[in-house]
């Protein structure tokens, strides 16, 4: 894992926890900041570590930034001149102007490649070939398919916070736009796509009615 990679795996684990703990913040409750932290932590390595093994069973690299926008129009014409960090800014705004009641959690974004040797040996040397958009979705479902799994093991033992921030996380990640997570497993495999996204907003009704 590159230092770069790790810095933005740092950034995202920081904000995520100031957006989720922004309410302990408000009612001078410091001492749940810990326990904040620790489940950002959980949550990021969870969906970071299972989509790089999605990747390397499929002789693929994973590279984890920041999401950032720079294009902000329907074509190429309307852009920035420079990338801005929308995870940050975002989350952070939407979590200070609803007082932390809306926990916008969109801050990671994912750059797959194949590796060489996987292009070597499937198509013989000097060959090189792209993973395919349905292989890519298949990697960031398995993110998204892990913080499910993280969603429901966390609700069972009693960690309903947990719960909660996990399965928000998966959910802002399945928006289908820019290089979300969403829009890579959409334009892979849109049934794939429909499916999680169906699981994320009834998981996520249920989350903020009963936990």
């Given at each position: 894992?590159?230092?770069?990679?790790?810095?933005?795996?740092?950034?995202?684990?920081?904000?995520?926890?100031?957006?989720?703990?922004?309410?302990?913040?408000?009612?001078?409750?410091?001492?749940?900041?810990?326990?904040?932290?620790?489940?950002?932590?959980?949550?990021?390595?969870?969906?970071?570590?299972?989509?790089?093994?999605?990747?390397?069973?499929?002789?693929?690299?994973?590279?984890?930034?920041?999401?950032?926008?720079?294009?902000?129009?329907?074509?190429?014409?309307?852009?920035?001149?420079?990338?801005?960090?929308?995870?940050?800014?975002?989350?952070?705004?939407?979590?200070?102007?609803?007082?932390?009641?809306?926990?916008?959690?969109?801050?990671?974004?994912?750059?797959?490649?194949?590796?060489?040797?996987?292009?070597?040996?499937?198509?013989?040397?000097?060959?090189?070939?792209?993973?395919?958009?349905?292989?890519?979705?298949?990697?960031?479902?398995?993110?998204?398919?892990?913080?499910?799994?993280?969603?429901?093991?966390?609700?069972?033992?009693?960690?309903?916070?947990?719960s909660q921030i996990s399965i928000?996380?998966?959910?802002?990640?399945?928006?289908?736009?820019?290089?979300?997570?969403?829009?890579?497993?959409?334009?892979?495999?849109?049934?794939?796509?429909?499916?999680?996204?169906?699981?994320?907003?009834?998981?996520?009704?249920?989350?903020?009615?009963?936990?």
């Open positions: 894992m590159k230092l770069a990679e790790i810095t933005n795996l740092a950034i995202a684990t920081l904000v995520l926890t100031f957006v989720t703990g922004l309410t302990f913040l408000l009612k001078n409750q410091w001492q749940d900041l810990t326990l904040t932290f620790t489940f950002s932590v959980i949550i990021i390595t969870t969906a970071v570590l299972v989509k790089k093994a999605a990747a390397f069973l499929l002789d693929a690299d994973v590279e984890h930034e920041i999401w950032n926008m720079q294009n902000f129009g329907f074509t190429k014409r309307y852009h920035l001149k420079k990338p801005v960090p929308a995870g940050i800014i975002l989350s952070i705004i939407i979590s200070l102007i609803s007082l932390g009641t809306i926990k916008f959690l969109a801050l990671l974004t994912y750059e797959a490649r194949a590796l060489k040797y996987r292009a070597s040996k499937r198509f013989g040397f000097y060959s090189y070939t792209a993973l395919t958009d349905r292989h890519n979705s298949f990697i960031g479902a398995s993110g998204i398919i892990a913080l499910f799994i993280l969603t429901f093991v966390s609700y069972f033992i009693g960690l309903s916070y947990l928000f996380y998966a959910f802002w990640n399945l928006l289908p736009i820019s290089k979300l997570d969403g829009s890579q497993i959409f334009f892979g495999s849109r049934v794939l796509w429909a499916v999680l996204a169906a699981i994320a907003i009834v998981s996520s009704f249920f989350a903020l009615t009963t936990i």
